[in-house]
């Protein structure tokens, strides 16, 4: 290696088009036409598509962390949202879970012992808080929902996702396939959603009582 660094230099001087000038070119046209060839490849690289697939941002996903503070701060406001939002997405997580290829083991466990623990955690605050709750709070979580879903679906069009299920149906047979076409599935899941809290709402003034 001193040879190539030295102060003097004692070697033969470039000549042009010579071998290493010509392998040189060579090597450099060749990346340039597989650049050219996988271009769609090194457009989207598997970091993005990760990205768009894998953020923890569908409103299960975010009721997992949001429980997990909730059981830690007995907050009565995570728990509001929660009995709502969390109870409700983790029911629907859990009767159609869209695990792609996965099967047991792999995320299967880890999949519903999450969306469970939500689902428990709520009830366990229930059963062991003296929460109140009125309409005025099933209509603020729906309100916080629908801000949520907007923001998710600003994400969707700048990550080109679908996190939410908010630009188009998942693969596979799914709820939402009886909800009609984008969009009116939306609507329809909203009208399912409202509809949800209701009865939620009616069990816990029943079981309160």
């Known amino acids: 290696m001193q040879k190539y660094v030295q102060s003097v230099y004692k070697h033969d001087p470039f000549h042009l088009f010579s071998t290493e000038?010509?392998?040189?070119?060579?090597?450099?046209?060749?990346?340039?036409?597989?650049?050219?060839?996988?271009?769609?490849?090194?457009?989207?690289?598997?970091?993005?598509?990760?990205?768009?697939?894998?953020?923890?941002?569908q409103l299960s996903d975010l009721s997992v962390y949001l429980s997990a503070i909730m059981l830690v701060t007995k907050s009565r406001k995570l728990f509001v949202f929660l009995f709502f939002a969390g109870i409700g997405s983790s029911i629907q997580a859990l009767a159609t879970p869209d695990l792609g290829m996965f099967s047991f083991p792999h995320i299967y466990i880890l999949f519903f012992i999450s969306h469970g623990s939500v689902f428990l955690s709520c009830l366990l605050m229930a059963v062991i808080g003296t929460n109140r709750m009125g309409q005025r709070s099933l209509w603020v979580t729906v309100l916080l929902v629908n801000v949520y879903g907007v923001c998710i679906f600003l994400i969707d069009r700048?990550?080109?996702?679908?996190?939410?299920?908010?630009?188009?149906?998942p693969g596979g047979s799914s709820l939402l396939d009886v909800l009609g076409p984008w969009p009116w599935y939306i609507v329809s899941a909203e009208a399912i959603t409202i509809a949800s809290f209701f009865i939620l709402y009616l069990l816990y003034r029943i079981f309160k009582k």
Not at 27 to 49: G, H, M, N, T, W
């Open 21 to 57: 000038h010509v392998v040189t070119l060579a090597i450099i046209a060749l990346l340039a036409i597989l650049l050219f060839l996988f271009q769609e490849r090194v457009k989207q690289p598997r970091a993005s598509r990760s990205v768009r697939t894998s953020l923890p941002l």
């Open 158 to 169: 700048w990550l080109g996702a679908n996190y939410m299920y908010l630009t188009k149906k």
